[in-house]
């Protein structure tokens, strides 16, 4: 039995504890991910026999910013798999007259500093990868790792409920 963090503490949570998932498979070597954002669009207005100066404002759409992961470059295709799932169509088929099945509910996980126990989930809905760069910057003097960087569109997040049994 999984043991879960104590309500009442007061402790931030650390951001490098996560875990991201493609269908429910841990999408290994991932090490940066952008942050989370949503945004209500502002209407504004002013009816035609108002004496105010002052414009009205109503909500309108809400927009959501995409997300960017980064990753460390596997011999897992996961992620490219996904990423080129678009490009692929539109190659193999010259038009894209029927999309393939290249939209993924994206869930991402926050650990306790144990790296065991889950403390947040968010699901990203009906994501699709919009950029791709397969390889970070090559140079023979360096020392660094090859990163993969996927940008994801997305249609709106949710937070999810951590299961008890997880």
Known sequence: MPRFTDPQKRDPFRNFNFRIFLGGVEVAACSKMSGLSASVEVAKFRAGNSASSVDEMLPGRATYEPVTLEGGVTNDSAFEDWATA???????????????DFRRDVEILVYDLDLATPVKRYILHRAW??????????????????????????????????????
């Open 129 to 166: 990868v919009s950029k791709y760069a397969p390889l970070s910057e090559l140079v023979g003097s360096a020392n660094d790792v090859l990163i993969e960087t996927i940008e994801i569109q997305h249609e709106g997040y949710t937070r999810e409920a951590i299961d008890a049994d997880a």
């Open 86 to 100: 678009l490009v692929r169509n539109e190659w193999d088929q010259g038009l894209r007259a029927v999309e393939p």
